[in-house]
């Protein structure tokens, strides 16, 4: 996975994340990429990245990760 940061053409700070087939492989077998924020001057951020067949079963899969009372935004349904 390639991380990294630049300054777009509009000026904007961009956060840039770039995954191998061998990261989308492990994504498709429930296998999430979790990491921490220091690199982009975040340090109280995590990350986590997964993929699923439905909204809810990426739900199921992340909501390990959260408070209970955590605010889901499912607006793309």
Known sequence: MIKATADGN???KL????????NVAL???DKPIE?????FGLPDVDFLI??????DS????FK?????GTFIDRRGE
Do not use: P, R, W, Y
């Open 35 to 39: 990491f921490n924020g220091q690199d």
């Open 50 to 55: 997964f993929v699923g067949v439905s909204d």
């Open 27 to 29: 994504l498709m077998a």
């Open 15 to 22: 956060i840039i994340f770039g995954f191998s087939l061998q």
């Open 58 to 61: 990426m739900t199921e899969q």
């Open 64 to 68: 390990k990760h959260f408070n209970v």
């Open 10 to 12: 509009d000026g904007k």
